[in-house]
């Protein structure tokens, strides 16, 4: 069970904090909402030299900070708590992680270092079947040659596909599912951006043919290295859940300690106070679970599988949730676009459903545990 966060964890959360309020305010997420790239490019190069927070969690020996999941969880969190426009979770969770349970030297010695100081972008094609994660749905096939490795095929909603200089493509061999590096300019590449309902993540259609690529790790050890990063990038997911949960109740407390009605604040009515009351249980619990899912991946011990599963589901649907209420709160003005709230309520569905839905989820908890 997790207890509490260091002095320096703190510290990093404050920083983190002050930092993402000023640069990713929700004037800014707008902007960049309206943009093909979909972030700033000044940002996350600052992000990543004055800040460190690409190398976060990367080890120093390919130039990161060697910190862990649970300050790279308290990082996700905050960024959740803004909406920050960027290809975070798709370079640093994904493809880094992809790369580090690779355990291929070279290519950790190749990409992680360009990670870390902010010079690539990264991604993984991660298989998905009808909202749910699925290894056994790799299509994209690849074969060796004299002059190499290829690969053929499609993969739909691939988070920040468009922009990714390096993108990982999980495909089938002889010897099964094997990781593929894919550069941005390869022969055969052809990418085209999806039109989604939340526009603050960018997810983009990629298909190859012939196109030539490098393999990563070791043939046919592709699974194992999915359901690894699918462990631990459900775990960061929900820390950014959490983060999302939390801001949008801020919000409606807010609202709800302002706005006056009948000759009082609207929160003085007792329906309300019940209601945002069961917010904050869930709110609160669902950090606690996201929390523990964090200590888990930072020991990298036995429970992380379940504790992933169990933090996904329950996050999952208490952003939802949350998001769902400020709206309510807020009456007729929360369905406007002026609102932010439409905003975190479109990024907690399409992160609802980004890595599984929470019945997935539920599934694969009772599988762990043994039920």
């Known amino acids: 069970m997790f207890g509490s966060f260091t002095e320096t964890q703190d510290q990093l959360r404050d920083l983190v904090r002050d930092y993402l309020r000023a640069k990713s305010p929700e004037t800014e997420v707008r902007r960049l909402m309206d943009t093909e790239e979909g972030y700033a490019p000044g940002v996350w190069t600052q992000m990543a030299r ?17 910190a862990g999941w649970i300050e790279l969880g308290i990082v ?17 969770v994904l493809a880094s992680t992809s790369l580090l349970e690779s355990g291929d030297e070279e290519a950790k010695q190749q990409y992680l270092p360009a990670i870390a100081d902010g ?33 053929s095929g499609a993969t739909r909603f691939v988070l920040d ?37 939340d526009q603050t993540r960018k997810f983009a259609t990629i298909e190859l043919d012939n196109t030539p690529a490098r393999l990563i790790g070791a043939e046919g050890g592709g699974r194992r290295i999915l359901e690894r990063v ?9 820390a950014e859940q959490a983060g999302g949960a939390q801001a949008v109740l801020d919000t409606s407390v807010d609202y709800l300690n302002s706005r ?10 007792q329906a309300l106070k ?57 009456g007729g003005m929360g369905f406007t676009w002026e609102m932010s ?21 539920r599934e694969s908890l009772a599988q762990h545990i043994g039920i």
């Open 50 to 66: 004055e800040l460190g927070l690409q190398g976060l969690a990367i080890p120093e020996q390919y130039g990161g900070q060697g």
């Open 76 to 92: 996700l969190e905050e960024m959740g708590r803004t909406l920050l426009c960027a290809p975070f979770f798709s370079t640093v």
């Open 119 to 151: 010079s690539l972008i990264a991604t993984v094609a991660l298989p998905e079947d009808n909202g749910r994660w699925n290894p056994d749905e790799v299509t994209v096939r690849a074969v060796h040659s004299p002059d190499g490795w290829t690969a």
């Open 161 to 197: 596909g468009a922009i990714a200089q390096l993108i990982i493509v999980p495909a089938r061999t002889a010897s099964g599912i094997s990781l593929f590096a894919v550069e941005a300019a390869a022969p055969g590449l052809v990418r085209t951006p999806s039109i989604t309902l």
């Open 230 to 238: 699918f462990d631990f990038a459900a775990v960061a997911l929900a």
């Open 260 to 269: 006056v009605q009948f000759g009082q604040v609207i929160g003085a009515f």
């Open 274 to 330: 019940h209601m945002a009351a069961d917010v904050l249980i869930e709110v609160e619990s669902a950090k606690s679970a996201a929390y523990y899912a964090l200590e888990a991946a930072a020991e990298d011990n036995d429970e992380l599988p379940a504790a992933a599963a169990l933090a996904q589901a329950y996050c999952s649907e208490a952003f939802v949730t949350a998001a769902h209420q400020n709206i309510q709160f807020h």
């Open 341 to 361: 709230a439409h905003l975190y309520f479109k990024r907690a569905r399409s992160s609802e459903v980004f890595l599984g839905d929470a019945f997935t989820h």
